[in-house]
């Protein structure tokens, strides 16, 4: 009895110690990689707007700033957030700079999320972080890496919503 108590936890433990987050890695980079195609209603033209006005002005504070490419199709930029890693000074807090794509075609936009690099002087990809036998390993990068996964995943949501056609309201004549 002692011995299959003994191995329930060791189990358990043994799937809580090595769980990975899982996040997408793109076969052909080897990087992490958040990709989504979104089906949209209305032109080009409108979509590529909606997107600039609702979108990147208001989840960025300078678009212009961050855009590498803008040719009425497609936004490509470069941006960065902080991670949290507990510590109170939030100077000691990592930076990770991304990089993203918009893409519009008719009747659909696809998004991408890479290049997730920790801003240092020579910067690191975060995919370092996933190799847990790496002899530099901290338990810390775990978090660093679910804060990734879901920065990833409020980004998509706040640009799938930018996404939805304004409301047209008529007013009434009297």
């Known amino acids: 009895m002692k011995k299959v108590a003994l191995t329930i936890v060791a189990l358990v433990f043994a799937t ?52 590498n490419q803008n040719d009425g199709r497609t936004l490509k930029g470069k941006h960065q957030f902080q991670l949290d890693n507990g510590d109170a000074v939030k100077s000691k807090w990592p930076w990770i700079t991304y990089r993203f794509t918009i893409e519009v075609r008719e009747g659909r936009v696809r998004y991408t999320l890479t290049d997730f690099l920790q801003k ?23 978090k660093y890496l679910e804060q990734i996964a879901a920065f990833a995943e409020d980004w998509g949501k706040q640009f799938e919503e930018s996404l939805e056609p304004e409301k047209v309201i008529e007013e009434e004549e009297w």
């Open 16 to 67: 809580i110690a090595f769980a990975q987050t899982n996040l997408p890695i793109d076969p052909k980079t080897e990087q992490i990689t958040f990709r989504k195609v979104i089906p949209t209603q209305g032109s080009e033209d409108e979509v590529f707007n909606r997107i600039f006005s609702t979108f990147m002005n208001a989840y960025y504070k300078s678009p212009a700033n961050i855009l």
């Open 120 to 142: 240092t002087q020579s910067n690191h990809p975060c995919e370092e972080w996933m190799n847990k036998e790496d002899p530099l390993y901290q338990p810390i990068w775990d």
